[in-house]
């Protein structure tokens, strides 16, 4: 079974685990609040919070195939996750005798247990993930996300851009 763990980087270049799990989506959840705890909650006006964010997180969209933003590595590229999900159904089976099944025997399935999810990880460097488009998340405003922008209101699309230098940065690694 794969873990991940939910780190961040703050301005001092410190590093923070922040929890581990194997479920994926409850790290990336766990994420956006963090990032939206850091960048909107809080007494700003919607005009200051845009001036003034300080966390991000990085989103990686693509048709397809599902990336989760992992940093950088030691030779200081960013790099991604290429998860690829398999869920297998799990299902406990009780019969009186398992070794003499009956003709025509009922089967009782007991669907408490939850399915496994497995996953395929594989480290890609975020240059080569083809047709991705990156988007620096901030938080939720108004019902839908927030996305940098740099100060002449263009979407921020580089991980490069200088208004993230200094900032909080919140990533996903595999453990």
Known sequence: MVNFQLCSRDEYGQASILQTSSNLDEMTERMVREVNSLNVDNALTVDDKKRNWTAYAVKLFTKKTTYVYAEKNNRRKDIAYEINR???????????????????????????????????????LVSEIKNCDVKILLGTLDGKDWYAEDARGKVIDSLSHPDLENKTVFFIKKV
Do not use: M, Q, Y
């Not at 070794?99 to 999810?117: F, L, Q």
């Open 86 to 124: 398999t869920v297998k159904a799990v299902e406990k089976v009780s019969t009186p005798d398992p070794k003499k099944p009956v003709e025509g025997e009922i089967r009782i399935a007991h669907t408490d247990v939850p399915p496994v999810t497995n996953f395929s990880v594989i480290e890609i």
